[in-house]
């Protein structure tokens, strides 16, 4: 009789067991499709965001493209050191070049050369003026215009305050730049070797910024010349022409340096829209 109690006793044990173990996998079971259908759902969210993502990078590759395409239309780049510009500047090139001498317009090689042959003719059209000085000395290196002018026609001795004198010469200098608004403009100014200090200037790098900043203030003021295309620099003593071994020499070593650079895409823009 005990035998049969202790297994009737071990059969309710064991089933109530087994009825607790079942009931914990179903609760399992039931977290499992939760955190399944869980997973699906963010997985869904994330593909919805993914594809607006890809849509949109998608529409601005298609801008980016048409953009491209749109500015391969206009531009062009020449192979002459990756040389820029557009195609209306290239019309307006071609119609400057007819003007040019038909002798320096065979040695033009190259886009480039034909670029820098079409600047210079109209930069030297308008300096022409300048040449009349003795003490002012134009030379055009391609597409850059350097204008030297001796320090007596600009300045009292060891001073940078402009004398009468500097009026006719700053009128025709702001003449050239104001004719041409693509043109930006470097004001250098250059001292011969002798040291100065006195209570307004330091030294000779004093002297040489007081001296380009005169001048374009004085461009600026006096001439309208737009202070935006202006930069003042001093060189002081340190880029002489000639060696400073005589008073001849020093007084050439003195001089103010106007350097004109003309932006050449906006400069045959300016063209085009006069022609």
Not at 224 to 244: E, F, H, T
Request: charged fraction near 30%; proline fraction near 2%; glycine fraction near 2%.
């Amino acid at each position: 009789m005990k035998k049969i109690s202790i297994l009737l006793l071990a059969v309710v044990v064991s089933s109530c067991v087994s009825k607790k173990k079942y009931v914990a996998l179903q609760q399992e079971n039931g977290e499992i499709k939760s955190e399944l259908q869980k997973t699906r759902v963010e997985k869904e969210d994330l593909e919805n965001k993914f594809a607006q993502i890809q849509a949109r990078v998608d529409e601005y590759n298609s801008k980016i493209m048409s953009l491209k395409e749109e500015s391969d239309s206009k531009y062009e780049v020449t192979g002459d050191n990756d040389v820029f510009m557009s195609n209306d500047s290239k019309v307006a090139m071609r119609q400057t070049l007819t003007k040019v001498d038909p002798n320096k317009l065979s040695q033009a090689k190259t886009l480039k050369d034909s670029m820098n042959l079409a600047i210079a003719y109209n930069l030297e059209k308008s300096i022409n003026s300048m040449n009349e000085d003795d003490d002012i000395a134009v030379n055009i290196d391609e597409t850059v215009v350097m204008i030297s002018i001796d320090d007596n026609m600009l300045f009292n001795t060891a001073s940078y305050r402009l004398s009468s004198k500097a009026d006719g010469i700053l009128k025709k200098l702001a003449d050239v730049i104001n004719s041409e608004p693509s043109l930006d403009v470097m004001v250098e100014g250059h001292t011969d070797s002798r040291t100065i200090s006195t209570a307004n200037i330091a030294d000779n790098w004093d002297l040489s910024v007081l001296r380009a900043t005169s001048v374009v203030r004085e461009l600026q003021d006096k001439y309208d010349v737009d202070p935006a295309k202006m930069i003042a620099s001093g060189r002081s003593s340190y880029q002489p022409l000639v060696a400073n071994d005589s008073k001849e020499n020093m007084a050439k070593n003195r001089r103010t340096r106007i350097v004109i650079l003309p932006n050449i895409d906006k400069f045959f823009a300016l063209m085009a829209s006069n022609n």
